[in-house]
């Protein structure tokens, strides 16, 4: 296992909220991402960071936006939280180049009612 | 953009059994990586084969790769009820330092 952590593993909220989705490895990799990921399909890249002060938008639009501070700690805010925002995020870190091994955390599965 | 895919989409065997999944993909490649996701969690990283190598094991595991077909295999011998999970094979994209996964196929390993 990894040493890549996600808070929370479960959250429930209602619409128009704010969210902040916390991912922090201990591992020092300069390489961080975010993932959204419907049951039992694909994931998605929604954003990047190379590292600190360096962020991306992924391939699949999101309202969500990320920061990085921090190597250690990567971020993920809704500003007002939708039910189409309802799925599976995944935060994954990297130390390869040339698109190697990521290791990702356990997740977080938000439902937005 | 979706660069690989897996086939079969979804595989049910008995324990003991040998499971091989598939993944095909779309332009040029440096290396090729097996993820195991389990129900509800994270993806754990399993393989990676490069594009100068044409087979690699690690365990029970056994990945092949076509450069030339543009395919991917992943052998699971002597399967355990353990191995029930979703499998996504992973591929650079165009040489970033991004991956594109694979749909994923689901393994339902019997006991």
């Known amino acids: 296992e990894a040493d890549i952590y996600q808070t929370p593993r479960y959250l429930v909220i209602g619409t128009g909220k704010k969210i902040t989705l916390e991912c922090s490895q201990t591992m020092g990799h300069d390489k961080m991402y975010w993932y959204q990921q419907d049951p039992g399909m694909e994931l998605h890249l929604i954003h990047y960071?190379?590292?600190?002060?360096?962020?991306e938008k992924g391939d699949l639009s999101s309202e969500s936006t990320v920061s990085r501070i921090r190597t250690e700690h990567f971020p993920l805010t809704l500003e007002s939280a939708r039910p189409s925002h309802t799925s599976q995020y995944l935060c994954?870190?990297?130390?390869?180049?040339?698109?190697?091994?990521?290791?990702f955390g356990p997740g977080t599965r938000l439902l937005v009612l | 953009s979706q660069q690989g895919e897996e086939d079969p989409q979804a595989l049910s065997i008995q324990e003991g059994e040998n499971a091989t999944m598939n993944c095909s993909y779309k332009?040029?490649?440096?290396?090729l990586q097996w993820y195991r996701q389990n129900s509800g969690r994270g993806l754990v990283h399993l393989i990676l084969i490069r594009s100068n190598e044409r087979e690699k094991h690690s365990g029970r595991l056994r990945v092949t790769l076509d450069t030339s077909k543009k395919s991917s295999s992943l052998l699971i011998t002597a399967s355990r009820a353990a191995d029930t999970a979703s499998y996504f094979c992973?591929?650079?994209?165009?040489?970033?330092?991004?991956?594109?996964f694979g749909k994923g196929m689901k393994l339902t390993v019997n006991p």
């Open positions: 992973a591929t650079p994209q165009g040489g970033s330092e991004k991956l594109v």
């Open positions: 960071s190379y590292g600190v002060n360096s962020t």
């Open positions: 994954a870190s990297s130390d390869y180049p040339g698109g190697e091994t990521q290791y």
């Open positions: 332009t040029s490649i440096n290396n």
